[in-house]
């Protein structure tokens, strides 16, 4: 396995993290439901992501649901001191493989309540709000009721920190005059860089960017152009995509997910590659491809 040390490090609320983390969600069944097709593999992937250095590690009880926490759980419990769970509560499964909200306080409440059970912690390190916006895309509306919700229980010492999921900058605003964000997890790639002010504004707040979908919605021009940069390079698409993200910010945290030991090893090696100064002016303009 690979070190992570080229890729620094962050503040991930009261810890310092590896930039490079692990994403848990495809260690859950087809459709990120059900239990995985090979449970001890499951299992050794955690393991290994650990074990190379990664302490950041980013689930949800609505993964499965349950699963990826249970297997988080039996893989890496009684947790290294240094590692730091982020969850997100906001949605559930339904038993047609459906994704649906559960944004009142009630449902926040049990959400809560079940990443601690799942987990078998006593508190959460960090717990995103999930928002309900145009799919993958934030839509405007207060967040005051349901970040209040939060804060309550991180009053009461079930939560440590909490992050916002899916959020606008004005929605991020909100919820800071509520109570600390330690961090943001939206889409952001190569390819859709609405955020760019919204990671400037908080890597210079000190708060992590944690950027979904790295590789999410790229035209078959930009995925062309993308491949040829990592032929190049003698690397993955994936491999280059990961590397970029480091390049952006020193605030940008990653959490590329898999579910087999050998894409483990692929993505955790981005955090060695330099990309050129020559290289990265390419790879600017792919967002700005046709």
Same mark, same amino acid.
């Given at each position: 396995?690979?070190?992570?040390?080229?890729?620094?490090?962050?503040?991930?609320?009261?810890?310092?993290?590896?930039?490079?983390?692990?994403?848990?969600?495809?260690?859950?069944?087809?459709? /990120?439901?059900?239990?995985?097709?090979?449970?001890?593999?499951?299992?050794?992937?955690?393991?290994?992501?650990?074990?190379?250095? /990664?302490?950041?590690?980013?689930?949800?009880?609505?993964?499965?649901?349950? /699963?990826?926490?249970?297997?988080?759980?039996?893989?890496?419990?009684?947790?290294?001191?240094?590692l730091t769970i982020v969850t997100k509560v906001g949605a559930t499964r339904g038993t047609d493989k459906s994704w649906n909200p559960a944004q009142s306080p009630a449902e926040l409440t049990s959400a809560v309540h079940d990443n601690l059970s799942n987990l078998g912690v006593d508190a959460l390190d960090v717990v995103n709000l999930r928002l309900w916006g145009d799919g993958h895309a934030p839509a405007e509306g207060s967040v005051a009721e349901r970040f209040e919700t939060l804060a309550e229980l991180q009053r009461q010492g079930l939560i440590r920190h909490l992050g916002l999921s899916n959020a606008t900058g004005a929605q991020v605003a909100e919820a800071r005059g509520i109570a600390e964000v330690v961090c943001v997890q939206n889409q952001y790639n190569l390819a859709h860089r609405e955020d760019d002010a919204l990671i400037d504004e908080l890597a210079g707040d000190g708060i992590a960017y944690v950027p979904f979908f790295p590789l999410g919605g790229f035209t078959p021009l930009q995925s062309d152009a993308l491949s040829r940069t990592a032929s190049a390079l003698g690397a993955?698409?994936?491999?280059?995509?990961?590397?970029?993200?480091?390049?952006?910010s020193p605030n940008i945290l990653l959490i590329p997910g898999t579910s087999s030991l050998g894409h483990l090893k692929e993505n955790l090696a981005a955090a060695e590659l330099a990309l050129p100064v020559d290289v990265l002016v390419d790879l600017d303009g792919i967002g700005k491809a046709a």
């Open positions: 396995m690979t070190t992570l040390g080229k890729a620094g490090d962050f503040t991930l609320g009261d810890r310092r993290v590896n930039r490079m983390g692990y994403g848990a969600m495809q260690l859950a069944g087809p459709g /990120v439901y059900g239990p995985p097709k090979d449970h001890d593999t499951a299992l050794a992937v955690l393991r290994e992501a650990v074990a190379a250095g /990664v302490n950041h590690i980013d689930t949800s009880d609505f993964y499965g649901p349950h /699963v990826t926490n249970q297997l988080i759980r039996e893989a890496l419990s009684p947790y290294p001191a240094d993955t698409p994936m491999q280059v995509a990961l590397a970029w993200l480091i390049a952006r």
